[in-house]
């Protein structure tokens, strides 16, 4: 059946992550089929190929996941694999396409942002490498939701998703799965379960929070069931359509009942969190936050720990704002580190061009050649295995990497929901200034550089432009400024900050002490709290 659309919906760009807008917007007359329409008219391989899709469980999970496969059986795809209860984590899904050579997945999640049906959906497209679509295809997708006409879809009655078995919709045959044994089999080629089985049942109690989204089946099997943690170590582990009103973005605002935890008390020795869609991380260990990009730089610099890595590394990558803790254990290990723009997709081509071996971001996102996303559970195995293996706590981890390496302090300020028109004058204001920053004097040091950064893939030859602006300090010291691409309520104004203390500096200050004359060196000449008239940020990380 073809259905006929008076109108192209204009605003279906994709951002950093696939198309992310208020769940009330999704629900809007054929808007999620003109995009899902739009997919399927660019994606290769759809007639006769086979799709990966599912979600985080977020509302309006099932209904997108109807509504795809009769339009998939539409469209000539000769199988679709969803999953029990339509639940399947972003790191999942990209290991599903991989192991069945799928054309790709549609993920339906907003990943951190909020749910219900007051919250945000998001729709993400993943390409046959297991990976986030490449800015050509999403460029082409949003072309085609531009000069739409009409949809197909086939008129079925909704198959269940209760049980794992196989469905037909027209010729098309849908296989239901349980969306975690393949994942969790996958862990268990990477790490060595029995050490840190062993490990975390001797007097090493732990805490995971699933924060109500999709990570909870997963962690359930792996840290209860698998590794033989206590039941209830897991907590927030049902799946629920507005995540029990929480807000699954695992920070130290977000995921506070855990940091508190962590922080303050003295039952646990380590914690962790995932995020909406199950890529994200944050790891705590007793009184001692993992700043990201220092987790990343860990994980690197102790590869060799885990079975799957002790080999040794390739190379590294981490996104342009993500601090250079990683560049320097690179250094040190004699491998190449490459500085992509913000976003999972750029290390898509490094990865499949074996060029790196892991790659992350500093908004809690770290991940390997082992599939083509970034992976929460994973990172917090990791984690687990590098413990275990070294006998050590989180903090002293901490405390031996930075008296060898040296301390990248560092700190993301971001200021929510600004009107649009502020945030865009702010940013383009500082932007003009930039070619005249340089030699300035900028918070007791000079600036050596100042841009908005490009990347030119190594892989492909590709250019892209306008990433972020940059303000580079002759001390190492670095202020980055972005727009959000994932926010649904005006714009996100991103700070980035990082100054580097060498080993015999002091190793041990407050972060946001350590980085207070960048702190207000950027205020005073970005005019971030005059112009969005917020004395401070709304999320520090
Ligand atoms: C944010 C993060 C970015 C991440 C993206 C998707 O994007 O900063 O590092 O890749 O979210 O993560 P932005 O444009 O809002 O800064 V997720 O967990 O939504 O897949
Ligand atoms: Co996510």
Redesign the pocket.
């Known amino acids: 059946m073809q259905v006929l659309l008076s109108t192209s919906f204009t605003d279906q760009k994709p ?3 696939g198309l992310r807008k208020s769940s009330k917007q999704f629900e809007e007359t054929h808007y999620l089929e003109s995009f899902i329409e739009a997919i399927f008219r660019t994606l290769p391989g759809v007639e006769g190929g086979v799709l990966v899709l599912g979600g985080d469980g977020r509302y309006g999970n099932r209904r997108a996941i109807d509504l795809i496969l009769r339009m998939g059986a539409a469209h000539g795809l000769s199988k679709v694999i969803t999953t029990v209860d339509g639940i399947l984590s ?1 790191p999942a899904a990209s290991h599903l396409i991989r192991i069945n050579q799928a054309i790709g997945g549609i993920i339906l999640s907003a ?2 942002n909020s749910g219900g049906p007051d919250g945000d959906f998001g729709v ?1 497209v993943n390409g046959a490498n297991g990976g986030p679509a490449p800015e050509a295809v999403t460029d082409a997708i949003y072309s085609c939701t531009l000069n739409l006409d009409k949809y197909k879809i086939i008129e079925n009655s909704s198959i269940s998703l209760k049980n794992p078995g196989q469905h037909y919709i027209g010729d098309m045959s849908v296989e239901v799965i349980d969306g975690v044994s393949d994942y969790l089999s996958l862990m268990q080629k990477l790490f060595d379960f029995d050490r840190i089985s062993e490990y975390i049942r001797n007097d090493f109690p732990i805490a995971f929070d699933a924060l109500n989204a999709v990570t909870g089946p997963y962690a359930i099997d792996l840290f209860e069931k698998l590794l033989g943690a206590p039941i209830g170590t897991v907590r927030n582990g049902v799946p629920l359509e507005d995540f029990g009103g929480c807000h699954p973005d695992p920070n130290l605002t977000y995921a506070k009942e855990l940091a508190d935890l962590l922080l303050q008390g003295n039952s646990h020795c380590f914690g962790a969190a995932c ?1 909406g ?1 199950g ?2 991380n944050m790891i705590l260990g007793k009184g001692c936050f993992v700043n990201p990009s220092d987790s990343l730089a860990v994980i690197a610099a102790n590869a060799n720990c885990a079975p799957a890595y002790a080999d040794g590394l390739l190379g590294v990558a981490r ?1 342009m704002p993500t601090s250079a803790a990683v560049d320097v254990v690179a250094q040190d290990l004699g491998i190449p580190c490459f500085e992509t723009p ?3 997709k750029f290390f898509g081509n490094l990865l499949d061009a074996g060029q790196i071996t892991l790659c992350g ?3 809690f ?1 770290t991940g390997s050649n082992h599939i083509r996303e ?1 992976d929460g559970l994973w990172a917090v195995l990791f984690w687990l295995q590098i413990l275990a293996q070294k006998q050590l706590s989180v903090a002293e981890i901490m405390s031996q990497h930075w008296s060898y390496y040296g301390r990248h302090y560092y700190s993301r300020h971001d200021y929510e929901a600004i009107s649009n028109d502020i945030a865009s004058q702010l940013y383009n204001r500082v932007e003009l200034m930039l070619p005249s920053l340089v030699d300035k004097s900028f918070a007791g040091s000079f600036i050596t550089c100042a841009d908005n950064f490009s990347y030119h893939d190594p892989v492909d030859g590709s250019l892209t432009s306008a990433q972020g602006l940059r303000i580079l300090l002759d001390d190492g010291s670095r202020v980055m400024l ?1 727009l ?4 649904t309520k005006g714009a ?1 104004l ?1 700070v980035y900050l990082e100054r580097y203390v060498s080993q015999n500096g002091n190793l041990n200050q407050n972060p946001q002490q350590a980085l207070s004359e960048l702190i207000s060196a950027i205020d005073s000449m970005a005019e971030i709290s005059k112009r969005t008239g917020m004395s401070t940020p709304t999320v520090i990380t």
């Open positions: 951002g950093t992550s972003t990943s951190h993400k995020d869609d890529d994200r996104s913000t976003g999972w971001e500093e908004s996102g970034k972005r959000s691409g994932t926010g996100t991103r």
